[in-house]
């Protein structure tokens, strides 16, 4: 099969969906001519035009609350946040108006958008520019949030968000744009609620989002070279979340790690762990036991922003440690 | 150049100069770092704009406040900082200003009124207009300049503080430097209308001036801070100027947004340092030869300081969770 | 004036602390009460305040040291500057360390451990009020483990002059929780449970059904005075503790296995699935355990194998020659006489109780009334091969025929008969059961 870059597959999904589509618009900053400083849209005004690829002032509340209300009234507007830091600028039309509009209309008005921005650290990027905000996204019902761990994923996931009628949100890792995967030339989709187990095994289960299934599955080769064999699970999408593969594959291997670029704390290593040790619990062998970007700002200096996320380091030396059966966070 | 010789000491006008050189050289020592893979991340280039920093800092005493923003290696300088402290910022040592936090987009000289420099666009103007409300509450006389770029300008907290700051009379100048672009897009593509007039939509007395004259740039900033001293602010000031180099390290074929020819022009004709060197030697202010030796000395400055901070340590991991919150000292220990 | 800042022992048995994290820093000015380090013992971690007001100096260990418990490890000074050497500490707020109210003596009444792995019990309620009245059979309060509510006896009577812990307490097994005074009080206490209050009661100190020939404990005297007041976090009880995963548990429960039979043989903990079969070994080994144990006894098992060859020609002899003698009176006299000079010995056989005031002498082993020192369950000439029967208010024995050999097998709770004395009894018993001829003499 054909490998092309996560950057080129997003690209793809959006033209496919264009073309299909013609009330799905894209909206940002430098989306046009620019493609984003990410380069992921190149191309894109040329087959569409300015009017459906629509270059927008530095005004992030702006162009989300009309993407909010061009959606309500028949668009599927693409909206494109440069970085996913900037979703604290967007918080009120993303949390206030478009994730509660279905509800608070009793089922009556939609807001078909979908929000794409990225995620994740060592851009030495600063506290600014390389937060994993996902989990606060999540946190908010009515907003569905997927999170691609490759190119096969970003396309197949953002296809399927554009055709879904409720607000979106998707993370695109921004160290992988130039990733490569193996994407068919024919169309297809990925249906939300969906997990994908990456690799089957049977003495523990690594959960990993995003850019951390490569961190998993680094760490499950590792692992076999130890003789121990992880399962490696991507849910795709955090909500819905696919609970039942999750927590089946826990009841297989009664030892889970849920590595997340989050951070740690009330993040979605906590929430996958909390419903693994709620409905597995008999079946778990160790603590089910959580790793996320430490609980800091993403500092500049190399030195520390490398250190504050998670590792196939630090994944394997922690599946080896539940393995084998040490006390862990035990008095 | 304005025609200005009376009001400006040789003094003042030979640091005017020696500051826009420093900011020059660190630009170009940065630029440096970045293509030979030294410095960690990426960076915005202030040069071409260094009027703007310097003839506005140059009217403000240390204890005024400013904020900065993604393109603020320019302000700091201009506020007085140091070269070493400001290379061992830019990769991330232990001796940076933010001990290696904040890097490029944050480097600031907190100890000289410098409140920081902010990657969100726009994101400092609340910042700064609440200094200014702490200088008013507090009467010390303190004024507050905002730097933030045309691209600000369309962030709807501008007009929110704004309104507040007119309302309440606050000792703030909005320093919006116009260098004609927005990342990769055209200003006049982004903003409708004249940007001064929206802030005299608030009553807010605005001036445009010309950004590549660092005497005018001064000498309009005396007055309008020491009016805003006497409560007569808020003031608004657009300074057009321009950026020689890509929207950051590494924006190079910038060609699709941004003619060759246009960036020629400007650096040969419009050129701040150019300028007040032609203007410094014209009043008889300084010689070639003592400007030359000015830049030698500056440039050796900086040299050193750049092989001071590749030398230098890098935080250690333990600081990695210090510095979360005021009074916890390793937020994970 | 200046306060010595020191390692604080926060554990039973602990020599060292290791100091975690400072929580100010040398020359920083902190407030009594404030968090100033933070330490770990062997179980647990702990905030240790600041004692006065005032600046920290002569900081002398660093995070991540282990300190000997008592030693000095910075010091808390009027001014930022360190104090000149020599200066003493001024030791008052260490004396000052605030002291548990003084507690009315009597037995005191610990958190049982009542099921497996089990740390802790809530206390549900009490079914008494402070200064009633209590006798040894009555129910003293209830306590919820993670199985179930089990109603504990007071195991003493008496008054119940202390309530230590309050309903919805989550308290450490082994932990005292109440007090019964021989006498009256006047003023019972009753309060929520708080750890530092007493000292856990000891590993072999009795449990709730204790008899009352256990001595009553007096309840000693708080902690060492260098220990200073810590924060409340509790110190989990040492005994009683079986770590193991949720799935080995499941599959423990599934079996019906006991992991405190595993936690026995010294398996080393926390167990997990892969532990499995040597927990159904530990099981078979230990054999079939009573469920009746009283709740929280330590039961000493000790069996004997025997020829019943002379013993039975030895009851044809007695039954023949001494009028008053049965087989159950016999051997009541043997197991009474293995205990004591004199002792009351009930013999369980084919359903019928007979009770026994035993003496040396066959002739002069009558039958009484009364509560028995020792109780017999005589199991020969039953299908029965193997029995291992609860100790009730008397250590009992259990005789069964296996094979060829009579099997004798004791069961006593610490507090009925201590090990060592158990085995003197059921070996002097075996021996004149083996070679009645002994019993003569
Ligand atoms: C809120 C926000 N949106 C978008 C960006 C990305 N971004 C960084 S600089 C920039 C352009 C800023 O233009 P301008 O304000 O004119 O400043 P200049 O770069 O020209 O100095 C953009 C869009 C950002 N950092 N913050
Ligand atoms: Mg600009």
């Known amino acids: ?331 | 150049m304005s025609n200005a010789k009376k009001k400006v000491s040789a003094d003042d006008a030979l640091r005017m100069f020696r500051q826009m050189v420093r900011i020059r050289t660190f630009e170009n020592n940065a630029n440096q770092l970045y293509l030979s893979a030294k410095m960690p991340g990426l960076t915005h280039m202030y040069s071409g704009e260094e009027a703007v920093a310097v003839g506005i800092c140059e009217a403000l005493l240390p204890t005024d406040k400013i904020t900065s923003t993604h393109r603020g290696h320019g302000h700091c300088v201009a506020k007085g900082a140091d070269f070493k402290a400001m290379f061992c910022e830019l990769l991330g040592k232990e001796e940076g200003y933010c001990r290696g936090k904040g890097g490029s987009m944050h480097i600031a000289d907190q100890s000289n009124g410098n409140l920081g420099a902010n990657a969100i666009v726009g994101g400092s103007l609340g910042i700064a207009t609440g200094a200014a409300l702490t200088s008013k509450l507090k009467k010390t006389g303190d004024v507050a300049v905002c730097f933030f770029g045309d691209g600000a300008t369309a962030q709807g907290l501008m007009y929110e503080v704004m309104n507040m700051a007119a309302l309440w009379k606050l000792p703030v100048i909005y320093a919006c430097e116009n260098n004609g672009y927005s990342e990769y897009t055209k200003t006049e593509e982004i903003a409708a209308g004249s940007i001064t007039a929206r802030a005299e939509a608030f009553g807010i007395e605005s001036h445009q001036v010309d950004g590549q004259d660092v005497i005018a740039v001064n000498e309009l900033s005396r007055t309008l801070v020491d009016r805003a001293r006497k409560g007569e602010g808020p003031f608004f000031l657009e300074l057009m100027t321009y950026r020689y180099h890509g929207h950051h390290v590494g924006d190079i074929n910038r060609e699709y947004y941004r003619a060759k020819s246009e960036e020629e022009d400007w650096r040969e004709n419009r050129d701040p340092i150019i300028r007040m060197r032609a203007w410094l030697i014209e009043n008889k202010y300084a010689t070639e030869a003592e400007l030359d030796e000015l830049s030698k000395e500056v440039t050796e400055d900086a040299e050193a300081a750049v092989a001071y901070a590749l030398d230098a340590p890098y935080p250690d991991v333990s600081e990695v969770d210090m510095h979360v919150y005021t009074d916890i000292e390793h937020v994970l220990a | 004036m200046r306060h010595d800042i020191i390692m604080p022992a926060l554990g039973m048995a602990q020599d060292t602390g290791t100091l975690l994290a400072w929580h100010k820093s040398e020359g920083e000015a902190v407030t009594q009460g404030e968090t100033l380090f933070e330490v770990e013992t062997d179980k647990s971690t702990m905030e240790v305040e600041a004692p006065a007001s005032g600046f920290l100096v002569s900081v002398s260990a660093r995070d991540g040291d282990e300190i000997p418990v008592g030693q000095v490890i910075a010091i808390i000074s009027d001014t930022a500057d360190a104090p000149a050497p020599g200066e003493t500490a001024d030791k008052e707020p260490v004396e000052a360390a605030q002291k548990p109210d003084s507690l009315p003596t009597g037995k005191p009444i610990i958190m049982p451990v009542l099921g497996m792995s089990q740390d802790s019990g809530v206390l549900v309620g009490w079914n008494k009020e402070p200064g009633d009245a209590v006798k040894q059979h009555d129910i003293l309060f209830e306590v919820e483990t993670d199985k179930s509510v089990v109603e504990v006896p007071a195991g003493v009577d008496g008054y119940l002059a202390a309530r230590l812990a309050a309903a919805g307490d989550d308290v450490p097994t082994g932990e005292t929780i109440a007090i019964i005074s021989e006498d009256p009080v006047s003023d019972p206490v009753d309060r929520a449970y708080s750890s530092s209050a007493v000292p856990t009661a000891s590993a072999d100190q009795p449990s709730v059904e204790v008899s009352e020939k256990a001595p009553a404990t007096t309840v000693a005297e708080p902690a060492a005075p260098k220990q200073p007041e810590v924060s409340r976090r509790r110190e989990p009880a040492p005994e009683g503790k079986v770590l193991a995963s949720p799935k080995l548990k499941r599959l423990a429960h599934q079996a019906g296995y006991d992991l405190a039979h595993l936690a026995a043989t010294g398996h080393p903990q926390p167990f997990h699935a892969r532990d499995f079969e040597a927990l159904r070994q530990a099981h078979e080994k230990a054999g079939k355990r009573s469920e009746f144990a009283a709740p929280g006894a330590v039961i000493t098992r000790l069996s004997a194998r025997v020829s019943p060859v002379a013993l039975d020609a030895f009851l044809d002899w007695a039954t023949g020659h001494i009028e008053s003698a049965s087989d159950a009176s016999v051997i009541a006299a043997f197991a009474g006489a293995s205990l004591a000079d004199q002792a009351t010995v009930r013999i369980n056989r084919r359903g019928t109780s007979e009770t026994y005031s035993a003496r040396q002498r066959l002739s002069e082993t009558v039958a009484t009334e009364g509560e028995p020192d020792v109780i017999i369950h005589d199991l020969r000439g039953t299908f029965i091969s193997s029995a291992e029967l609860p100790p009730e208010s008397a250590p009992v024995i259990a005789i069964v025929s296996s094979g060829d050999e009579l099997m004798l097998t004791l069961t006593c709770t610490n507090a009925l008969l201590a090990g060592k004395d158990a085995a003197v009894v059921l070996d002097n018993f075996a021996g004149r059961m083996a070679d009645p001829i002994r019993h003569l003499f």
């Open chain 1, 1 to 331: 099969m054909r490998k092309i870059t996560l950057s080129k597959a997003v690209n793809e999904a959006l033209a496919e969906e264009m073309r299909h589509d013609e009330t799905v618009i894209i909206l940002g900053e430098d989306v046009a001519e620019a493609g984003t400083p990410f380069k992921v849209l190149s191309g894109l005004v040329e087959e569409f035009g300015t009017e459906r690829v629509i270059d927008t002032p530095i005004s992030e509340p702006g162009f989300m609350g009309i993407g909010v209300g061009a959606a309500m009234t028949g668009m599927r507007p693409v909206v494109d946040l440069m970085f996913g830091d900037f979703i604290f600028l967007i918080m009120d039309q993303l949390c206030n108006q478009a994730a509660k509009t279905h509800y608070m209309s009793g089922g009556k008005l939609n807001v078909p958008l979908v929000l794409r921005t990225n995620m994740g650290a060592t851009r030495r990027s600063a506290a600014q520019h390389s937060q994993s905000l996902h989990a606060i996204v999540a946190h908010i019902p009515g907003l569905k949030v997927a999170m691609p761990s490759s190119a096969y994923e970003a396309k197949g996931l953002l296809k399927t968000a554009i055709r879904d009628d409720n607000p979106v949100v998707i993370f695109e890792d921004k160290l992988m744009y130039q990733d490569s995967a193996e994407v068919p030339e024919e169309e297809y989709s990925i249906p939300f609620g969906e997990a994908c187990i990456k690799r089957e095994g049977t003495d523990i289960t690594l959960i990993g989002t995003s850019s951390m299934v490569q961190v998993c599955e680094k760490a499950a080769e590792m692992l076999q070279a130890e003789g121990i064999s992880a399962e490696v699970i991507d849910p795709r999408t955090i909500v819905p979340l696919d609970e039942k593969t999750l927590v089946e594959s826990a009841k297989k291997t009664g030892r889970v790690i849920v590595v997340d670029e989050g951070h740690q704390s009330f993040g979605v290593t906590s929430e996958i762990a909390s419903r693994i040790n709620e409905q597995a619990f008999y079946h778990l062998d160790a603590p089910t036991t959580r790793i996320g970007a430490m609980d800091v700002p993403i500092p500049f200096s190399p030195a520390l922003e490398d250190i504050t996320v998670p590792t196939p380091e630090r994944v394997f030396e922690q599946a080896k440690k539940l393995v084998s059966g040490e006390l862990i966070n035990a008095a």
